[in-house]
């Protein structure tokens, strides 16, 4: 916040009207009272007000986080079913083999692939930013125009890759199990048709689990959308993070992991509300076994 | 008039190594309106067969060989028309009910779906056939009850609807595969009484998968009996029962428990022992044998045990007491037997004497000591020493990653830590042999070991410590007839010679009969009645024991 020219006298009235003197107690109580009150002070590097800033970046990283989610869930579920559903094959054999890949590459190394194989060689997707965004009051969005929509293919498929993986994997896993229950066999004994009850017999009992890790995913995919954000310099709040450790801008650093611990707790808070709905089993409690 | 027709039917199990026969050139027949029951000790295929019939087996196996004729149609003719009789003309049942329904889906919609797979009805009619069809096996507030979910019915409810499911197409066959086996005795002869009536109703050919001999006398017309894949013998069912052709059939049968008298031993006619004369019981130098004194050894006074749903929420509201004010006193010597069915807190009580949960108020004494009041862990691990427990499920209640040797060694050096490894050795080997076990077993795994040779090390193990009390819970009631009958044997030659007084802890009252001096008949966690083994069968006092007593499946009901 201060420049080569900028007097001690100066320094010493801003560190004392940032309230830098004062006892580190002092500090941390005042920060927990604004806080909660939702304001996080002055970025030292930007000299916006922090909550401002969040608000600025907040679509951009919400659009890339649902649009990768998305991504994970429904085409990890798919193949998940089909792998579970036919366990040798080559095509099941392949998307494992990929699905090993896509655990075990960092995502930074996916991105950069990704930017060198479509922007440099094909030219066929932007390498980095959001495109034009259209502001409509409260919210910016890429999705209505052509090269927003282009600008998140590439983000968002590296951001959702591991999490799909992920998915695969287990949903691949409790459809097996699942397969092998009584109720299914007994469902086979009374003559039920396979595709019901491949799809809705036992797809159904399979997605429970997949709730529970959708949910801490989505947590997981903002956490992760750092490194995605860097890697595309997208204009999300990961970016801004990014920058301002470089900068050590503190208020930025601690509004970022507040919200973010804000936003795993909501989430997991719906998950468990998801479960009451789906699960008929913890949905009537008190009059089980009755008759 | 035969309606199926099973001829030669085989079934493999094409291993990497060696092809497993899981049935082997079996001929049924089967007439309508007839319940055949098809018995056997584990793994001898009679699920398999029941499987087979529908082409329902599990990969890697298939049926290699034979033919299925139901009335006129060969229904194993091609594999893919048999998926259109499953259901339509043979309905199957499955053994545990909490399991063969889908939990997330409602009663209503899984018969829906299956009536609307075979018959052509809309949704409504669908909906009025299962209506009725669950009046018809015994559900009350049909209506109501068609919307709940699997988990929302009891047990025995639960099979009814899973007979529903089964009988929803109208099939003329109907095969259930121990459909009583996880259920309560009181239930298990309503599902029984419930099929008898629909195979005379709806004139159904039944064949009745199970290995309770008491079931069969009690219920089929006629039995097949099956040994490790091949059809022993088949006749009308009093012929079998009363007098067997072959020799499996007639030790499978006297292996079974007697209902209606006490016999000293179980007659096992296969393989006896050799050096029966001998059957000494090695540890009995290194016993310290108590004298019997005719005193009590456990005196439980006013014990009451609930348990709480949470810490914090709902502690008083929702608490069920497992154990309502019981007392009972077990003489030093005798076998104490506590029979009820499930949830009735018999396995709580046990828990407590052991040790494992702490009364919510009550006392336990031991040998004239209250071990529920002892604080210092010293003082209890005496206690401890003297109290062992056999638990029911002898594959998990043996760690599987130690050898047998470890296992035994274990309470050993927990009271005697000083003891040198020779003789340390020299003991686990006499109590190997006590049981009946070789010396070579102490240095095998326990999952080299079947079921009835896990209990015996169950048994050594519990006997490890010297023990004056033992508790026996359920330690049968996963085993086979013919094991069992060994098992009860053992505990019964151990107690005589070692001066043990046991706490023998089931829901089988045939076992009970044979086992135990004084009974105790618990339910919903209070003691109806305490008395003698043979008053308590032959004139029993409370109403439910009278209840009990008359519903229980006795093999000698063939004679009436």
Request: proline share 3%; with cysteine.
């Amino acid at each position: 916040m201060v420049g080569e020219e900028t007097s001690d006298e100066e320094r010493a009235e801003l560190r004392e009207t940032l309230g830098l003197m004062d006892p580190i107690h002092v500090q941390f109580s005042r920060f927990i009272v604004n806080a909660s009150k939702g304001e996080f002070g002055i970025s030292y590097q930007l000299r916006r007000p922090v909550s401002e800033l969040i608000v600025e970046r907040l679509p951009a990283t919400i659009e890339l986080v649902v649009i990768s989610a998305l991504i994970a869930l429904i085409t990890g579920t798919l193949l998940g079913v089909y792998t579970g559903i036919n366990r040798k094959g080559f095509l099941s054999d392949f998307v494992l083999a990929i699905s090993l890949l896509g655990v075990s590459l960092p995502t930074f190394v996916i991105g950069i692939l990704f930017i060198y194989l479509f922007a440099v060689i094909l030219g066929i997707l932007p390498s980095f930013g959001r495109g034009e965004v259209v502001d409509i009051g409260f919210w910016t969005t890429g999705f209505l125009t052509v090269s927003g929509l282009k600008a998140i293919i590439l983000p968002s498929v590296t951001l959702s890759l591991f999490q799909m993986t992920y998915i695969i994997r287990l949903v691949r896993a409790e459809m097996m199990e699942i397969l092998q229950t009584d109720y299914i066999k007994f469902a086979r004994a009374r003559g039920i048709s396979e595709n019901s009850i491949k799809y809705k017999h036992a797809l159904k009992n399979g997605l429970i689990p997949v709730i529970t890790i959708a949910g801490i995913n989505i947590g997981t995919l903002i956490a992760f959308s750092i490194i995605t954000e860097t890697v595309f310099q997208w204009p999300g709040m990961g970016f801004l993070f990014i920058q301002a450790v470089q900068f050590v801008d503190i208020p930025i650093m601690s509004a970022y992991l507040v919200f973010i611990a804000f936003v795993f707790v909501m989430i997991n808070f719906i998950v468990d509300i998801l479960y009451y709905l789906i699960d008929p089993r913890i949905r009537v409690k008190g009059d089980t076994a009755s008759g | 008039m035969t309606f199926l027709k099973i001829n030669n039917l085989s079934v493999d199990y094409q291993m990497r190594k060696e092809t497993v026969y899981a049935a082997k050139n079996v001929n049924i027949e089967v007439n309508k309106g007839e319940i055949l029951g098809l018995v056997g000790e584990s793994g001898s295929g009679k699920s398999t067969v029941g499987n087979a019939i529908i082409n329902l087996i599990d990969e890697p196996g298939k049926v290699s060989s034979g033919s299925v004729i139901l009335g006129d149609l060969n229904i194993h003719e091609n594999s893919e028309s048999i998926v259109k009789y499953r259901g339509n003309k043979i309905g199957l049942i499955f053994q545990d009910p909490q399991t063969s329904l889908n939990p997330i889906l409602t009663v209503g919609e899984q018969l829906i779906e299956t009536i609307q797979t075979h018959l052509k009805l809309s949704k409504e009619e669908a909906k009025n056939k299962s209506i009725n069809l669950l009046k018809e096996v015994g559900i009350k507030d049909a209506e109501v009850r068609f919307d709940n979910y699997p988990h929302q019915f009891s047990g025995g409810m639960r099979q009814r609807v899973v007979i529903s499911l089964a009988l929803c197409c109208e099939p003329e066959l109907l095969i259930a595969d121990e459909p009583t086996t996880a259920l309560d005795v009181s239930i298990q002869s309503q599902i029984l009484e419930l099929i008898k009536k629909l195979t005379k109703e709806r004139n159904l050919a039944v064949i009745l998968i199970t290995h309770d001999m008491g079931v069969i006398a009690e219920t089929a017309d006629r039995v097949a009996v099956m040994k490790s894949g091949n059809l022993v013998e088949i006749g009308e069912t009093k012929k079998i029962l009363t007098s067997p052709q072959e020799n499996y059939t007639k030790s499978l049968v006297s292996s079974v428990p007697p209902t209606n008298k006490k016999i000293s031993r179980f007659v096992i006619v296969e393989k006896e022992n050799k050096n029966k004369k001998e059957n000494n019981i090695k540890i009995l130098n290194r016993w310290s044998k108590k004298e019997i004194i005719n005193q009590d050894l456990v005196e439980i006074k006013n014990l009451n045990k609930s348990f709480d749903d949470n810490f914090f929420t709902e502690s008083s509201k929702n608490s069920v007491m497992a154990v309502n004010d019981v007392s009972f006193a077990i003489k030093e010597g005798e076998s104490f037997g506590l029979v009820g069915e499930s949830g009735s807190g018999k396995s709580t009580i046990a828990k407590m004497i052991v040790n494992l949960f702490k009364p919510s108020s009550g006392d336990i004494f031991f040998d004239n000591v209250c071990i529920t009041k002892i604080k210092q862990r010293s003082e209890l691990m005496k206690f401890r020493k003297q109290i062992q427990m056999i638990f029911q499920d002898p594959y998990s209640s043996l760690n599987g990653r130690l050898k047998v040797k470890d296992i035994i060694a274990e309470p050993i050096t927990l009271h005697n830590p000083s003891i040198s490894s020779l003789d340390l050795n020299n003991y686990i080997y006499d109590l190997l042999e006590s049981v009946e076990l070789t010396q070579k077993s102490a240095d095998r795994y326990p999952h080299e070991f079947s079921g009835g040779q896990r209990q015996r090390i169950s048994i050594a193990r519990a006997l490890a410590t010297q023990p004056r009390l033992l508790v026996c819970d359920e330690p049968t009631s996963a085993l086979d007839v013919s094991i069992q009958a060994q098992i009860l044997n053992l505990l019964k030659d151990l107690q005589e010679q070692l001066n043990l007084t046991i706490l023998f802890i089931s829901h089988d009252l045939p076992v009970v009969r044979q086992m135990c001096d004084r009974i105790g008949v618990l339910k919903d966690g209070k003691l109806c009645e305490v008395s003698n083994t043979e008053d308590l069968f032959l004139k029993p006092t409370h109403e439910y024991t009278k209840e009990l007593l008359r519903l229980m499946p006795k093999i000698e009901s063939i004679y009436n």
